[in-house]
């Protein structure tokens, strides 16, 4: 052997070993790097929204509370007002303060995310389950409307319904929408279900006596958690996009502010012709990074239940 | 071979015909436990351009007559489900008396369009960028550029127009900021229209591209990476067979099953955000259809324009479940 | 004796883990000649699938081929190019897989398998007489040809492996464990079958396996591996009559009989950290017969003609038992 094939030989070497250092880090694979920043993008709009209350004046949501049309600090808008300390983001076209509108605004779309996958997430697991272990009439109907839900766009319904009813809670919002994020978990845990019947350890268990609920929560779910974790965060997606796309059609909850509404009146006022970016622009960033932290999460979850995806 | 299994085919048109029945009815349902009653809108829209009406009581009468909805609720909701057999879903209270049949006749082909032309280039581009994150002999750009892409994926079609809108549009002005077509062209197959459509309708398809090749590529580069471990992969390039034919025959072409049903279960939801991208670009099509009648509180058209996309998504649910025994012979022999 | 067809000197695959490297195949040697079988047995995780990827050049990050000679009918497969080696893949080494339950691809017909390697080496697609030929070699029915794989049999998908493999007529097939997911009867038959295949058409073949049995009616030569490292090779008549390695003793006396009941010598799995071999022999922490000789380096050396052996008590335990 020459003396570069055996350079060349010791630098692989090098390079594996250090492939393998690098595998070592994630031996914990919930500590993935995707996960925590995802987590840690939601929790700063969480903490935006909780600080935000106790640090900034949430009067200056009301129509007139600040000047019309100031742009954010350090910028100018196209009357050449420069942006002032007391409204740093600036402020919209019915004088109201744009960091106020935010914090007010922020927690409200992740409020009726999660409330509304928390409701779908909880009849998702009670149907799949019921589903794949009575079998039977039951699951055949389980599936059948889960199969008929599925492919129905929640944000129709939605539509039609606002426009029937006007003004509608954000709590009613999240009710509604639950009705339509329970058929993806029905659907995971019902098809997990009846693979695992198959699988040897849960029939190991069955054959050395355990019951039933035993198998199921003892067995299953911790198995489960992690594609249930990513179906939770799938349906809190879905949820806030639907509900999102409610309030930029207008028909959101109307007395509170919203992200999606602020984004709504931006558009109605022409602040894109009018360069008023802030007005839109900061909301829709706000949306922007809270679906990147949820997508990071379900990244990272996928890197937990599937070891394959996390070779680099 | 190529025969649908009758089971399989029975089973998709029972789904299909329950999913449309239960829309419909959900559709027709929830305005009808609303307080609202549209005759009143409709004679609230006259008096307020009349400054008032005589003998109101009377025109009410007249108004729900003509709507329909002086009858019994179950003659009402029969008449409807057989009216939306046939897409007759009565006036327009905005517009009165133009049929809401003619107002989506008008709209669904721009929406049908841009529908067609986003949806598919995103499936075919994001699958095709998922598996080269996977694929051994991709070129090393491949898989960096594309997880950096991937950042957009997820954030809803409407924030990506917006932004598109702003830049491109506004700001830069390489792109007319909204409309299908130019008001100085005319509508036909001449040259000038055809290249004023695909200018207008070059944002709209991009801001729907843009955020959902991703969820493709990223659903596509999981499979990918298992099937990546198959035995058949190994023989296959134990065989000596070319990379490039892996990767379609033996690679994509089994990854990609899955990827049809998520496409199915998925297009509900694309078509949803892309009714609002047509709202914010004022697309000559459903979304904008449908805006334009939230703010009239024409309900007749919002249950037109819903029910018509509702049918278009289980429709092309059902031509998806159709066409997959072709593409996967072992949903062909079981039948499903 | 003529030139081998195969040559394997000195050949390495490691692969990488946090604390070190796993010594999958370590320093392996051998020659296989023209028209001869060898078998190469070992118990699971000895190296035995690894060695062949190498052969192969089939080895997957975080896996490499870490050192060693590969020659192919007098060429150097180590160093060819990969669309080079691409080239000689089927045409001049086959394979006949472990577990062909997942080795043909679900969506496409048989007869396409089957053509697409034929194609792709010799530029033109088999006709259909050909492919059936092939069927017929291997004893596979006609009605095959436009069926896709989750309609055939277990046994019949081995077949179709087999016909694969010789459809272009290679110098050498690897076959993996071809057998050992079958049941027993369709075990028999398959093993009969390639038999068949292989006098036919005087191929040279590497058989892997686990059961001495098989080896015994299957194979001209064994090769012994364990813990990585091949210990022992010797034409199978010398190799059960006197096996010279402690390791194939154990083996060759594990074969059940009917006439005697035995109970079993050893215990299963390698004892040692496979990342961090014994010095001197690999077999040292369960060899029965251990001194203090074993920690030196055992080369692998001529005990008779045709049998080399990696233990330097072979002569005076020879006739011992274990």
New interface residues.
């Given amino acids: 052997?020459t003396s570069t094939d055996h350079q060349a030989?010791i630098a692989?070497?090098k390079a594996?070993?250090k492939?393998?250092?690098r595998?070592?880090r994630f031996d914990n694979p919930w500590l993935n790097p995707k996960l925590i920043w995802g987590a840690g993008l939601l929790l700063a709009i969480v903490a935006l929204g909780l600080i935000g209350r106790m640090l900034w004046n949430l009067e200056l949501v009301y129509t007139g509370s600040t000047p019309l049309k100031l742009p954010p600090l350090g910028f100018e808008n196209l009357r050449k007002q420069p942006g002032v300390l007391d409204y740093p983001l600036g402020t919209d076209g019915s004088g109201r303060d744009i960091l106020a509108l935010i914090i007010m605004g922020a927690p409200n779309s992740l409020f009726v995310g999660l409330l509304a996958s928390l409701i779908g997430m909880s009849t998702g697991i009670v149907l799949g389950f019921t589903a794949g272990f009575v079998g039977g009439r039951t699951d055949d109907v389980i599936r059948?409307l889960s199969?008929?839900?599925?492919?129905?766009?929640?944000?129709?319904?939605l539509?039609?319904?606002q426009?029937?009813?006007?003004d509608v809670s954000l709590t009613m919002m999240a009710l509604l929408i639950a009705g339509f994020v329970w058929q993806?978990p029905t659907r995971l845990i019902r098809a997990q279900v009846l693979s695992m019947k198959q699988s040897g350890y849960v029939q190991m268990a069955q054959l050395s006596g355990a019951s039933t609920t035993d198998i199921m929560f003892k067995e299953m779910l911790p198995n489960l958690i992690p594609y249930l974790f990513g179906s939770f965060i799938a349906s809190v997606?879905?949820a806030i996009?639907?509900a999102?796309?409610l309030e930029?059609?207008?028909?959101g909850p109307q007395r509170i502010p919203t992200l999606g509404r602020t984004?709504y009146e931006a558009?109605n006022a022409g602040a894109?012709?009018q360069?008023l970016?802030w007005w839109?622009?900061i909301p829709?960033l706000l949306?922007?990074t809270m679906?990147?932290g949820?997508?990071l999460i379900?990244?990272g979850l996928?890197e937990v239940s599937?070891p394959?995806?996390r070779?680099a | 071979m190529g025969r649908i299994p009758r089971k399989y085919l029975i089973n998709r048109l029972i789904t299909l015909a329950l999913t449309v029945l239960i829309a419909a009815s959900m559709i027709w349902v929830i305005p009808r436990l609303s307080p609202v009653d549209p005759a009143e809108i409709a004679l609230g829209r006259m008096a307020s351009g009349a400054g008032a009406v005589a003998n109101a009581e009377e025109i009410l009468a007249q108004l729900r007559a003509q709507m329909g909805i002086d009858q019994p609720l179950i003659v009402q909701y029969f008449k409807y489900l057989k009216g939306a057999l046939v897409f007759d879903f009565g006036l327009s209270t905005a517009t009165f008396p133009t049929p809401v049949s003619a107002l989506i006749a008008q709209a669904l082909p721009w929406t049908l369009g841009l529908m067609i032309l986003s949806l598919v280039i995103t499936f075919v581009i994001g699958n095709l960028l998922g598996a080269l994150m996977v694929w051994d002999h991709s070129p090393k750009l491949a898989k960096v550029a594309i997880p950096a892409a991937m950042v957009f994926t997820s954030i809803p079609p409407i924030l990506s127009g917006l932004l598109l809108m702003w830049i491109f549009a506004a700001k830069l002005r390489w792109f007319p900021l909204t409309g299908a077509y130019g008001l100085t062209v005319d509508p036909g197959w001449n040259w000038a229209f055809v290249q004023s459509v695909l200018h207008h309708g070059f944002l709209p398809a991009m801001a729907i591209v843009i955020v959902t090749f991703g969820f493709w590529a990223l659903g596509m580069r999981g499979l990918m990476i298992t099937v990546q471990g198959e035995d058949y992969v190994k023989l296959a390039e134990a065989k000596g067979l070319k990379p490039r034919y892996i990767l379609y025959r033996y690679m994509i072409r089994n990854a990609i099953l899955p990827q049809i049903t998520a496409f199915a279960l998925k297009i509900g939801l694309l078509i949803a955000g892309q009714v609002l991208v047509e709202r914010i670009f004022a697309y000559n099509g459903m979304g904008k259809l449908l805006y334009d009648a939230i703010l009239d509180q024409d309900f007749p058209v919002i249950q037109g324009v819903s029910y018509v996309i509702i049918l278009i998504t289980a429709l092309s649910v059902f031509i998806v479940d159709l066409i997959y025994p072709f593409i996967d012979p072992r949903i062909r022999h079981e039948g499903g | 004796m003529s030139e081998p067809v195969l040559s394997v000197r000195g050949l390495k695959v490691y692969y990488a883990t946090p604390d070190g490297d796993v010594l999958a195949t370590d320093d392996i040697s051998f020659d296989l000649e023209r028209g001869e079988t060898l078998g190469l047995v070992g118990e699971s995780g000895s190296g035995k699938t690894t060695a062949t990827s190498g052969i192969l050049r089939m080895v997957s990050s975080p896996g490499r081929i870490a050192g060693g000679r590969v020659t192919l009918d007098g060429e150097d497969m180590i160093a060819l190019s990969d669309e080079e080696f691409r080239k000689r893949r089927w045409s001049k080494l086959a394979l006949i897989p472990q577990g062909a339950m997942n080795s043909l691809n679900p969506t496409m017909k048989i007869s396409a398998q089957i053509a697409d390697v034929v194609r792709t080496h010799t530029g033109a697609a088999p006709d259909r007489a050909r492919v059936l030929e092939l069927f017929q070699m291997v004893g596979l029915p006609e009605r095959i040809y436009e069926m896709y794989p989750h309609e055939l049999s277990g046994g019949m998908k081995q077949r179709v492996c087999i016909a694969m493999a010789v459809a272009l007529n290679p110098t050498v097939i690897i076959a993996d464990e071809a057998t050992s997911a079958l049941d027993v009867v369709v075990q028999r038959v398959v093993a009969q079958t390639l038999a068949k295949v292989r006098d036919a058409l005087g191929v040279s073949m590497i058989m892997i396996g686990h059961d001495m049995g098989l080896m015994a009616q299957m194979v001209d030569r064994i090769a012994v591996m364990y813990a990585g490292k091949i210990v022992e090779i010797a034409p199978v008549a010398d190799m059960f009559a006197r096996p010279g390695h402690p390791y194939s003793k154990i083996l060759i006396e594990s074969v059940p009989s009917l006439t005697e009941r035995r109970p079993m010598k050893i215990t299963e799995g390698i004892t040692h950290d496979p990342r961090n071999p014994p010095e001197g022999c690999i077999f040292q922490l369960r060899c029965p017969h251990v001194n203090d000789g074993c920690t030196k380096p055992q080369p692998m050396r001529e005990l008779r003609p045709g049998q080399t052996v990696a233990c330097h008590r072979a002569e005076e335990l020879e006739g011992a038992h274990v």
Wanted: hydrophobic share 60%.
């Fill in positions: 052997m030989e692989a070497d594996a070993r492939r393998a250092k595998m070592k059948v199969d008929v839900m599925i492919t129905i766009p929640p944000l129709l319904i539509v039609v319904f426009s029937a009813f006007g993806s997606t879905t996009v639907t999102v796309g930029v059609l207008g028909l984004i558009i894109l012709i360069n970016w839109w622009g829709t949306l922007a679906f990147i949820l997508l379900n990244l996928d599937n394959r995806l070779k």
